[in-house]
């Protein structure tokens, strides 16, 4: 397909018209034609046929005068998910960390310059199960949690240009990080040092030391991290046994992926 003016790829029209009416089917719970047709200024005879055709196709279902996301997209989720490496090799490893913290331990990775989060699990100490669940649902800013900047820390510095431009750095708290030079210098410790802190940057009162998961070819998979309470991760803690034992699982899942995958090159190098 040929390329625009700007050096972008052409796109179709119907198709950005699908995904926006099953954006907006998430944003509004389920709506009506009339809604739908609302939100997106487009006809209600045209958006009837955009609905019509996704019913068909099983991506959404009508209850009444309403239509919803349909269950579908649990099962595609489902096999996204299966097939990343930093799930499957990571996973055990994940729920370990949260059984010997108490807390929530959680694998998370990069796509579009946004924080996807892979997997959580709760330690049996974990506060706060309904923002934790809410984060899977949605994508997060990169530069306020520790996930998100160990993550930073190991993409190449246009890469994180790149984001910084097409997202920005928004405040979440008064502590959040707001300045691409200060970003840049946080980037460089959490590179020298192997983790990253999250220190009440993304909810007041929230803790979490995260380290990047990286593969034998340099490639970042993405990063695990450790979230809790500011009033239990402090101290010691906080600055020695939790970032000891993040470091200690996300090697052990490199190892898992290096292993798995070693006999896919015999070089070694690819």
């Known amino acids: 397909m040929a390329p625009r003016q700007d050096g972008s790829p052409r796109t179709l029209k119907t ?5 926006r009416i099953l954006d907006v089917l998430e944003a509004l719970d389920g709506a009506g034609v009339t809604e739908v047709a609302s939100h997106l200024d487009i006809s209600k005879s045209t958006t009837y ?5 996704l019913r068909q196709q099983h991506l959404v279902v009508k209850k009444g005068d309403r239509y919803e996301l349909g269950l579908q997209f649990l099962l595609t989720g489902e096999y996204v998910r299966n097939r990343n490496r930093l799930y499957r090799y990571g996973k055990e490893e994940v729920e370990t960390l949260a059984e010997s913290t108490g807390e929530y331990a959680n694998l998370f990775t990069e796509q579009h310059g946004m924080g996807i989060n892979l997997y959580k699990v709760r330690g049996s100490d974990a506060v706060g199960s309904g923002y934790q669940t809410e984060k899977l649902q949605r994508p997060d800013h990169l530069h306020c949690t520790a996930t998100g900047k160990a993550i930073l820390a190991h993409l190449p510095e246009e890469r994180v240009d790149e984001i910084v431009d097409q997202h920005g750095l928004p405040a979440q708290t008064v502590n959040t990080i707001t300045d691409r030079a200060e970003l840049k210098a946080e980037l460089d410790v959490v590179r020298d040092r192997g983790f990253a802190y999250n220190d009440e940057e993304e909810v007041e009162g929230l803790r979490a030391v995260g380290a990047a998961v990286i593969d034998r070819n340099e490639n970042v998979l993405g990063s695990l991290s450790v979230a809790g309470p500011t009033s239990r991760l402090k101290g010691k803690q906080f600055e020695d046994e939790l970032p000891e034992a993040v470091l200690s699982a996300a ?20």
């Open 15 to 19: 198709v950005e018209r699908c995904a």
């Open 49 to 53: 046929q955009y609905l019509a055709t």
């Open 251 to 270: 090697n052990l899942i490199e190892v898992n992926v290096n292993m798995a995958t070693h006999g896919d090159d015999p070089t070694g190098r690819g």
